[in-house]
Each structure stands twice: as structure tokens, then as C-alpha cells.
């Protein structure tokens, strides 16, 4: 992909972005979503384009920000659009994650529905956001762990085969999982590409770089395992310790 196609992705991503902020008067679960996308495909573009980690990390802290704010502004025990507000569909989780913003990540975590929806959601996908988080301090609920072997018996995805490889230290099936997991990202890309209409700054951002892996990555090194320096569409850059670049936290 050229510097121009990425530049004028940039460019139009950014008018987007201000046309959302502009039109937020009050928080639309929708809205919020959108938003938090916008930030994370601005994040990629600074980071494909420029090689700007600094943006990258703040625009993929706002967009996990956002998704905070989304999930705090919902009444207790209210019924929300529960298809955009499952446990599973909390993809911004993976942003904080992504860049080690743990304490970010642990307040998200607190305010994702703690139960199994299981009219709009797969008790797998549920299973393995619950635990992501759970991985920053190590400690899994027994419940969720005797979940997690009653699914890997049963299923076996390398989504969970990651996290358990994580849980157990054990450094080979972690690498055999991640390997995994990015073929299975790729071939469901490329799948969309020939059967759907390109979206094109999915396609030139969120395309290019598999923030899902990166996450996973940080949580095994967190965990003591001895990951790679660098993986297929995880730059290197986005791997080492963003401390320095992360911004603090407006939501408190």
C-alpha cells in the first residue's frame, strides 16, 4: 500500500472522526462504537504511514477510553442493545491490552457483563474476553478455569489454546496457537475481500496489523513466556514497552 493511500485514508478518517464528535450530544451505544473504531483505524494509519508509535498508543487508548465510557454510561440491570454490548463484542478490551494499559483494561473489564449471553454470543468468545483480563494478574476464577478445559476438550479453538498456553508457561503451544489465530485472521480477511464490498479503511488499517495478536503477545511476556521480538502483521514497534507514550486516563 502506498504513503498516499495511507495518507489520504488519514485524512478522510480524521474528518470522520470530528463529524462523530461533533454530532455526540449524548452517548449512543452505536455512536460510541463508531467512534471507538475511528480511533483505533487512526492509531494503524499513524503507525503504517509514519512509524508513530506515540499516535498509535493514543488513538488506540481513546479508542478503549471510549468503550469505557460506553459501558459506564448504561443504567444497572437497563436493557442495552445486548448484540453491541456483549462480553465478546468488546474488541476495544484488546486495544488496551495491545498496548499494556492494564489498569485501563481491568476498569473495562469491571464494567463488560460478567454473565453468558447466550442469544447473541458463543459461550467460547464469551469465555475468552472473560479471561484476557483475568490474565494481567494471573488469577482465573476455578469456574472459568473448568470451563476452559470443558471447551478445550470439546472445541479446542486456538483462541483458548492461546490463553491456556498462556496459563500453563508453555511456550511452544503458545507460538502454535498465535500461529494459528493469525492464519485463521488472515483467511477470514481475505475470505471477506472476494465475498463482501472492501471497506476501505477497515481494509488499509485494521487490516494490516492483527492488534488481537499484539494483545496476546504482551499478556504471554507479562506472564514470564519468552515471546518473539517480532510476528506476521505485529510490528516490533508495538511490542516493546509503551509506558513512556501512554496517556493517563480522563475517566478515573
Not at 54 to 60: I, T, V
Not at 131 to 157: F, H, Q, S
Not at 202 to 221: K, N, P, Y
Amino acid at each position: 500500500m502506498s504513503l498516499k493511500t495511507l495518507e489520504f485514508t488519514l485524512r478522510n478518517l480524521g474528518t470522520l472522526l470530528v463529524r462523530h464528535l461533533d454530532q455526540l450530544s449524548e452517548p449512543d451505544p452505536s455512536k460510541l462504537l463508531e467512534l471507538s473504531t475511528l480511533y483505533r483505524r487512526i492509531g494503524i494509519g499513524h503507525l503504517l504511514a509514519h512509524h508513530d508509535v506515540r499516535e498509535f498508543a493514543e488513538n488506540l487508548f481513546s479508542s478503549a477510553e471510549t468503550y469505557l465510557m460506553l459501558l459506564r454510561t448504561q443504567e444497572p440491570g437497563a436493557e442495552g442493545p445486548r448484540s453491541l454490548l456483549a462480553r465478546s463484542r468488546g474488541v476495544p478490551l484488546l486495544d488496551a491490552l495491545c498496548l499494556g494499559a492494564w489498569d485501563l483494561a481491568r476498569d473495562i473489564d469491571g464494567a463488560m457483563p460478567a454473565t453468558w449471553w447466550s442469544d447473541v454470543e458463543e459461550e467460547e468468545a464469551f469465555l475468552y474476553f472473560k479471561l484476557l483480563p483475568a490474565l494481567i494478574d494471573g488469577k482465573v476464577d476455578p469456574g472459568d478455569a473448568r470451563k476452559l478445559a470443558a471447551l478445550l476438550e470439546a472445541e479446542g479453538t486456538a483462541r483458548l489454546r492461546a490463553v491456556d498456553a498462556v496459563l500453563r508457561a508453555d511456550e511452544r503451544a503458545f507460538e502454535d496457537s498465535l500461529r494459528t489465530l493469525t492464519d485463521d485472521w488472515r483467511i477470514a480477511i481475505e475470505q471477506d475481500r472476494e465475498t463482501r464490498p472492501v471497506d476501505p479503511y477497515h481494509d488499509h488499517t485494521e487490516a494490516q496489523v492483527f492488534i488481537e495478536g499484539a494483545a496476546l503477545v504482551r499478556l504471554a511476556r507479562l506472564r514470564g513466556l519468552k515471546a518473539q521480538e517480532r510476528y506476521d502483521f505485529i510490528p516490533a514497534s508495538i511490542l516493546r514497552d509503551l509506558t513512556q507514550v501512554l496517556p493517563s486516563s480522563v475517566m478515573g
